[in-house]
């Protein structure tokens, strides 16, 4: 069968690359064609759009580029009329996916929405579009079951998928000294730093990380690089001779006693593996505005949110600052009660989300459905 799958984020082209994989176990024939990243390019198939070119984060920045995003809009229809895929899968990104989700119903394909858009958190309205356009939708958070079914809506929920990049880590197994010279580091306990994956992230958030590293001289701090952006973007916002490891995400929080993590799906990644972090988010003002009068929710972190109620401290806006985050990240380090509850929380969060298998069950659900 012929898959046209969209993603327009780091996080989407890590779940997608999956996605196709299992797919492609249950379809040996499988066709691709898809807008996403250097994960999904290797899973295979016909690369339409990289995320680098999609990737627009808050309201300025998509005011900012509507040209772009209007041609992508115009070409990702014609793209799809001209594949004439068997399913259309979306994968989060709701800005553009809810688009063609209109448009691949409109046109008689088969619509499946892996990972929700956030219509829990703010613009709820967008809930009626989903029931209209989108034929399936496979959901990756257990509260979002009972939200949709408020709105009469049948979602499946297919477990979490980074259960699934946790489990198939190249560098699960490995030790902390293979870690170190293998990325010829110095024998030093790390702190991890996730300064996020667009470039409106790091220029906000890494200054303000690496402000508070000379309060911890007895740890070295190491970047976790995402991977469309280029050293030398690290080098420019502070980081300076802070090494940047990229593809290393997961080796790198399994050995960490603590992380500062740009708030998104990485809060997620390294609470399932019981790291103690503080999450960090500072937006561009006029968006930030505009947003917190919509989003309905209290948290940021979907660790938070998974586990209703504050898990892991969260420093937003003014908030996140040398001095506060000198503090929390202090609190956290040291052995005592707080470290302990929160290690404890941390592991009743693995329990709620589930066991690994995502991948395999939403490419079961996309495949029966298709008959």
């Known amino acids: 069968m012929r898959y046209y799958i969209i ?7 890590l779940h997608g690359s999956a996605l196709m994989k299992a797919l492609r176990r249950l379809d040996p024939e499988a066709d691709f064609r898809f807008w996403g990243g250097d994960l999904m390019k290797e899973a295979g198939g016909e690369l339409v759009r990289h995320i680098r070119d999609t990737s627009f984060m808050g309201f300025w920045e998509v005011a900012k580029n509507l040209p772009a995003v209007y041609a992508n809009i115009r070409y990702c229809k014609k793209d799809i009329d001209s594949y004439r895929p068997d ?6 990104y709701p800005g553009f996916n809810l688009r063609m989700a209109g448009h691949g119903k409109r046109s008689g394909t088969k619509v499946f929405y892996y990972i929700s858009p956030k219509v829990w958190a703010w613009n709820q309205s967008r809930v009626k579009t989903i029931s209209r356009y989108v034929d399936h939708m496979l959901t990756i958070f257990p509260f979002e079951t009972d939200f949709y079914r408020r709105f009469g809506y049948h979602v499946d929920y297919v477990g979490n998928p980074l259960m699934d990049a946790l489990e198939n880590n190249a560098y699960r197994e490995e030790t902390f000294d293979e870690f170190i010279i293998r990325n010829n580091l110095p024998d030093k306990p790390v702190i991890a730093m996730l300064a996020g994956s667009r470039l409106q992230e790091i220029e906000r958030a890494l200054p303000v990380m690496v402000s508070a590293i000379g309060n911890f001289p007895q740890y070295q701090f190491v970047i976790a690089g995402a991977p469309s952006i280029d050293p030398e973007i690290y080098r420019k916002y502070g980081a300076g001779s802070i ?38 988010y500072r937006g561009e003002h006029l968006s930030y505005q505009i947003a917190r009068r919509f989003i309905r929710v209290r948290y940021i972190s979907l660790v938070n949110l998974i586990m209703d109620r504050e898990v892991v401290k969260e420093l937003i806006q003014d908030e996140f600052n040398r001095e506060n985050l000198i503090r929390e990240l202090d609190r956290i380090l040291h052995e005592g ?11 009743e969060l693995g329990r709620r989300v589930g066991p690994p298998g995502a991948s395999e069950k939403a490419a079961e659900k996309i495949i029966g459905y298709l008959g």
């Not at 960490?256 to 972090?277: C, F, H, K, Y």
């Open 7 to 13: 993603a327009g984020e780091a996080s989407g082209d």
């Open 87 to 92: 399913a259309l899968i979306l994968i989060d």
């Open 243 to 280: 090494p940047v490891l990229y593809n290393q995400t997961y080796a790198i929080l399994r050995h960490t006693p603590a992380a500062m993590i740009v708030s998104g799906t990485a809060t997620l990644e390294a609470g399932l593996l019981g790291v103690p972090m503080v999450v960090c």
């Open 337 to 347: 009660s707080a470290r302990s509850r929160l290690l404890d929380d941390l592991k």
